[in-house]
């Protein structure tokens, strides 16, 4: 096959001769080899007066690209022998075979780098790439960590909350003693009716009611930890009936049902989660996250589910929906005593407060 020859790549270096063997006849035949782009080894008929025949004049024999040329063991001063794609070899002397391997050398490195530098310098290419990293990323805090979150729940075993809640425990302790408002014979009635209706909603960990108060505030709030343990301040309990006491632990066994702590604590793990699940050592990764009891900060949703198994929890007490009215209306007296602005715990979450006060309204009149 007669094909015109290219340009060298480097007019004077980049040339060596040697002898030619097509695979088909046992004769060899004298070549110019030269490099050309792409990058390949052109083989160029040199037979007769003209040793470097010029572009113009010589006929290409074979063209091989760099990459697919195999270089034989050179042996001392002997030719190397060069076996090309096309079945061919080409016997180049000693010294031309050495530089025709450094071609190739050069050649894979080449191919090998501008890949990488090719598309860093070509700066559009940078720009999307990296509005496609931080697009991932922001994925991933948005949707991807939660998403990751929900979907690897199932995974955890519930003894890893009760470590996580041991941790947290010992914050409350720290921070609120025993109440000493509530009488004994009212804490034991609040407990038994809900332990009663947490039977009957057939809810899936032991739960354990404890009363504290807030230093001098007393505390208009409740809280629940990951494992059941659930809070009552005094300022709550004190203000509360005991029937909307009912419809507060409703909520907050909401949050433990629905495992929004370790939701929300798999969440900041994000990624680690996936290492944890994987190297199945989770308590120890999550447990490093616990600074304290702001782990235990909800969203906007979590609260919305929370109050959903509230409204059934209260049903199952034998509560009418306007339980809830009475509730947050007397959160919202709260609230206006204290100057109406954002107070601590339950109302510092979302949604606010006139969102669930519309709520209950339509849910009373229904
Ligand atoms: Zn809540």
Redesign the pocket.
Known sequence: MMTPSSEPIAATAATATGRWFDGLSTQPRRVTVVQVAGPSLELRASEGADPMPTASTAAVLARWPLQQARFGEAWQAHPTPVQGPDGSTLWLDAQHGAEARQWARQARQQTREPLVQRWIASWPAAVVALVCAIAVIVWFDRVGAGWLAQASLPLIPRSVEKGLSKQLMQHVDQRWPESRMVQQERRERIVERFHAVARTMEVPVPITLQFRRDGIQAGFNAMALPDGHIILFDGLTEALTDDEIMAVLG??LG?VVHRHGMQRLMRGAGLLTVAGVAVGDFSSVLGSLVGGLQTLH?SRD??RE?DAYGRQFAAAAGLRPDIWLSVWRKFREVQDAQGGGEVPG?MS?HPTLDERLKEAEAAAVR
């Open positions: 909520h907050e949050h909800y979590d609260e929370a339950w979450t």
